[in-house]
């Protein structure tokens, strides 16, 4: 199995900024996509961020510009730096990775989320 581990939510006033970060651990084999998505009370989830193993990032178009994915493949890490935030970006924050373990084959596992509020 896989587990996900976020941190770094919180609050913070708007044009303020917050780090999260993202381990993933258990009997890995071997993880592609990682990302982020985020969950405001009565709205779906929606992606936020995701990058593949190689680097290559893809965004939402509400976060162009102010949030950045990055991703260290050595620690099965997974970060999202997000500036110039605005009340809403507040959502549960939540982690994704595709990856494949000695017991189970490639499947998406999400972490249990993060709480990220954004004040005027």
């Known amino acids: 199995q896989v587990q996900l581990v976020e941190s770094g939510g919180g609050s913070v006033q708007a044009g303020g900024s917050l780090r999260l970060s993202c381990r993933a651990s258990?009997?890995?084999?071997?993880?592609?996509?990682m990302g982020w998505y985020r969950q405001a009370p009565g709205n779906p989830r929606e992606m936020v961020a995701t990058i593949t193993t190689g680097g290559s990032t893809n965004y939402a178009d509400s976060v162009k510009g102010r949030f950045t994915i990055s991703r260290d493949n050595a620690k099965n890490t997974v970060y999202l730096q997000m500036n110039s935030l605005k009340p809403e970006d507040t959502a549960v924050y939540y982690c994704?990775?595709?990856?494949?373990?000695?017991?189970?084959?490639?499947?998406?596992?999400w972490g249990q989320g993060t709480q990220v509020t954004v004040s005027s």
């Open positions: 258990g009997s890995i084999l071997s993880i592609s996509a």
């Open positions: 994704n990775a595709n990856a494949r373990s000695y017991s189970r084959n490639w499947y998406d596992y």
